[in-house]
Every structure is written in structure tokens, then in C-alpha cells.
């Protein structure tokens, strides 16, 4: 959809030209002007709400109650963008894509207000009006007015539910903010059925949740860094720290880079390289696609004496984070290399981590906005890429060796599919990944290993091991 250009090249400044009477942006609500900017950054430059919205509460030093408010805001408002979307559908006169796009994420914030977080009615229309009477102008102030009080006259998220009428798995989707293609994809790999779907809701409502903040104790005692961060040992890897919230920033040993922000369910992806059972010798390592580097981190960490870790990602400024996330660490290279045509030679590693490029569903959590952004039609070619980039890392691994094959994805196409194709050679072997993880239940996915928001309060990491026979 085409954005329309915006008055004088730029958003409003204060009091816009041309607009009398519109109020200038410091006295706007402040928690709900910073929510509206994610949602207008995420729409016109596909911004990532994990990453802008800390960034704006740095800046606009909002207390400690507004910068909350202004998080539930900005990512409940994204994640519950399909039922919204729904809703203000059946009161606008015309289809939501011929709306101005700062009036429709101007829509959804105050319809979320109202239908999901029982706002007053008063106070989330008021808010909203003069927010969009300052951002676009007196005339769409009006419309916005009309639309969110017939929002608020249809009552909460359970009463909209009602009125929509949707049923089975569309109403699934609208209940639990997912598109249905997701919903779907999440039944399979659950491996329910139209007789079996006692998880799929609680898995999908998991999506829904405010992650905790994981961090990984690299060059540091785990001890210190739960006395340093006031957090709790996380559950599953022996790395991890659970925080209750905060900023992980403060931590001494964060901003040292002894320590580092990393899901716990990311750690044990890392780990499973490292615990894979080896016939041979076992001095060269590979990570294969690196970029942003904490897994690189984490295998620097862990790796026994002797090893040399080699780090790579075809991307030259993820390449960049990867050296920063080793900077410090001995007997480390980091290249700028694509997997599918590497500059090392066959069978050059005893061990191989292949954390390949997904659709990302695994994290929907942490990036809320992932979840309409990505479409079924992003699945076929990533899982050809993933394909392909197996095929590199078990050129590259030598006989006796392993590769360990990660997604942040539990879609079937770009897990359990891509892993068969690459099974069905006779010089491939896959190997159980639960055994590895003792301490981790219900982590079993037939041979392969998959962990979920609901079960293990981590991102839903798939894993699998192959080894190569000869």
C-alpha cells in the first residue's frame, strides 16, 4: 500500500502549517504519542518495535508509569492489529487500505484502548482525537471521533468476538491476535488435530505474553550475574538469568559484554552444538550464519581449550555485531561469507551451527509486529534457502562430524521438511536431540528438539542434529 506523503516531506513539529488550532506535540499525552510514533514507524518504515520503542523512552524520559503504559500501548496495539482491524472494519464507510495510514494506526491505538484494556471510554477517544488533530489535521480528528466511540458503544474484545461471528479457526485467530495461517501451521507442528487441540490455544495465547528478559553469563559466573542483575537462574541452561523487568542495560557485566541479552531457549540452540556427541577429533568449529552473533558468543564461551571458533554471516554489518559479540575472545575468526558458497574447504569443521534465516514466528513475543508483516507466500522461499544452506553445512562439516540445524521457527516447511530432504541422503544421519537435554521436558519433536512460549517460557526454538557418516 502506498503511504501518502507526508505535509512538508516530514511528520508535524509542534504546531503544523496550515492547521490552526492543532496543539503542538509537547503537551500531547506522552505515553500515547510514543506508542502512536512505533506504530507509525513500524507501518511507513517497517521499523522493529523492539528496537524503536526503547530507544524513544530513552529520549523522551518518560517516568516509570507512562514508559510502561506506552510498551502495552505500542505492542498490544501491534499484536492485536488483525482483530482491530476487524472491528473497524464493520464502522468505516469505506475499506481500511483507502484510509491514511497514520489515521488507521491512530484507529487501532485508541480501539485497542477501548477494547482490550477497558480504557475509559472518554479518556482513549478524547486522547486520541487530539493526537490525530495534531498529527493530520481537524477534518480526520472528526472521522476518528465517530469511529472510536461506536467502538466503545460495542463493548469489550469478548462483545466485538459476538458481533463478528466468526467461528472455528478464524475466531481462534481473531481471539488470540494471530493471523489464521499461523494458527494453522501452529495445529501441525503441535501435531494436534480437529480431535487434539488442547494446546493450541494456550500455545497461541503464550505469543500474546510479555516476554521476560533472558541474559547469558559468557565470561562471567552465573552466580554473579543473578547477584549483579537481581534476577533468577534461568530454568534450562545453565547460562541463563531470568529478570523480572528493568532495564537489562544497567547490569555492570551487560555493558561490559561479560554478560549479553539472549533467550534462554537460544542458549540451549547454541548448547546443542556444543553437547552433540563427536567421533573424531574436535578442534575447528563453525558457526555458518552468525549475524548478530550471540550464539557465536555463547560457543566462545563454552568450547573447550584448543578449539577454534570461525564465525560467519554473508551480511557485512551482521558480520560487524558478531566481531563485537567476540571482541575479546582468542582463537576466533569472523568472515564475510555466504554458507551456500563458502571460501573454506570441504569438510573443514568437526562441528557446524546452522541457525538459519526463518520467518521468525518462533519470537512473535518479543516482535509483535512479525506476526502480520510475514504472510505464507515467505514460506516456500526461505525453506528452499534453509534447504540450501544445509546442503553448505554439511558440505562443510567432515565425516564424523555434526551439524546442528536451528530455527526460531516451529513451522513444519522450515523445519521438519527441510530436515527430511536433507536426511534422505545415505551419508546423513539424524541423531535425538532429547537426550541431550535431560533436564528440559516435554522437548522431544520425534528425533528433533522444539521449545515453546507455553511449555518452556522461551521463544520456539526448533533444533535438530545430523551427523555425517562419511
Not at 553469563?217 to 542483575?229: C, F, G, I, K, T
Not at 555458518?288 to 581449550?305: M, T
Not at 567476540?326 to 573443514?348: F, H, I
Not at 544445509?390 to 555434526?402: K, T
Request: hydrophobic share 45%; aromatic share 4%.
Amino acid at each position: 500500500m502506498t503511504r501518502p506523503p507526508r505535509r512538508g516531506g516530514q511528520r508535524p513539529a509542534g504546531r503544523p502549517k496550515g492547521h490552526q488550532g492543532q496543539r503542538p506535540r509537547a503537551q500531547l499525552d506522552g505515553a500515547r504519542l510514543t506508542a502512536y510514533d512505533v506504530l507509525d514507524a513500524v507501518s511507513a518504515r517497517e521499523a522493529y518495535a523492539n528496537l524503536l520503542l526503547p530507544q524513544l523512552l530513552r529520549e523522551r524520559r518518560l517516568d516509570t508509569r507512562d514508559a510502561a503504559f506506552a510498551t502495552q500501548l505500542a505492542y498490544g496495539a501491534l499484536r492485536a492489529r488483525g482483530t482491530l482491524d476487524a472491528v473497524l472494519a464493520t464502522l468505516v464507510d469505506r475499506p481500511l487500505a483507502e484510509l491514511d495510514p497514520r489515521v488507521l494506526d491512530l484507529l487501532r491505538l485508541g480501539a485497542y484502548q477501548v477494547v482490550d484494556l477497558r480504557v475509559p471510554a472518554h479518556a482513549a477517544v478524547d486522547t486520541t482525537v487530539d493526537l490525530t488533530r495534531a498529527i493530520v489535521g481537524a477534518g480526520p480528528a472528526g472521522l476518528v471521533n465517530a469511529v472510536l466511540r461506536k467502538v466503545a458503544a460495542g463493548g469489550d474484545r469478548a462483545a466485538w468476538l459476538e458481533r463478528l461471528g466468526a467461528t472455528g479457526d478464524e475466531r481462534l485467530a481473531l481471539a488470540t491476535d494471530h493471523p489464521r495461517w499461523v494458527v494453522e501451521a501452529w495445529r501441525d507442528a503441535l501435531g494436534g488435530g480437529p480431535t487434539d487441540d488442547t494446546e493450541l490455544e494456550p500455545a497461541l495465547l503464550a505469543d500474546d505474553a510479555a516476554p521476560e528478559v533472558h541474559l547469558v553469563a559468557r565470561r562471567v559466573s552465573r552466580e554473579q550475574l543473578v547477584e549483579e542483575s537481581g534476577g533468577e537462574p534461568g530454568p534450562w541452561s545453565p547460562y541463563a538469568v531470568r529478570l523480572g523487568g528493568g532495564d537489562p542495560g544497567r547490569v555492570a557485566a551487560v555493558r561490559s559484554g561479560a554478560a549479553a541479552v539472549q533467550d534462554e531457549g537460544s542458549q540451549l540452540a547454541a548448547l546443542l552444538l556444543a553437547r552433540a556427541p563427536l567421533e573424531g577429533p574436535d578442534g575447528a568449529w563453525l558457526d555458518v550464519c552468525a549475524g548478530p552473533g550471540g550464539k557465536s558468543g555463547l560457543l566462545a564461551a563454552v568450547r573447550p581449550a584448543g578449539v577454534r571458533l570461525t564465525a560467519a554471516d554473508r551480511a557485512p554489518h551482521r558480520a560487524e555485531l558478531v566481531r563485537q559479540a567476540l571482541q575479546g575472545e582468542d582463537d576466533v575468526e569472523v568472515l564475510v561469507a555466504d554458507g551456500r558458497e563458502p571460501p573454506w574447504a570441504p569438510g573443514s569443521f568437526d562441528r557446524v551451527l546452522l541457525d538459519a534465516p526463518c520467518t521468525g514466528l518462533g519470537a512473535l513475543r518479543r516482535r509483535p509486529e512479525v506476526r502480520w508483516r510475514r504472510t505464507a507466500d515467505d514460506v516456500a522461499p526461505l525453506a528452499a534457502l534453509q534447504t540450501e544452506l544445509l546442503a553448505g553445512a554439511l558440505a562443510s562439516v567432515r565425516p564424523g562430524g555434526v551439524v546442528a540445524y536451528v530455527t526460531c521457527s516451529p513451522h513444519t516447511a522450515e523445519t521438519e521438511a527441510v530436515v527430511a530432504g536433507a536426511a534422505a541422503r545415505d551419508d546423513v544421519e539424524v541423531l535425538p536431540v532429547a537426550p541431550l537435554f535431560p533436564e528440559v521436558p516435554d522437548v522431544a519433536r520425534g528425533d528433533f528438539g522444539q521449545l515453546w512460549p507455553h511449555r518452556h517460557g522461551t521463544d520456539a526454538m526448533f533444533m535438530a542434529l545430523l551427523r555425517r557418516t562419511r
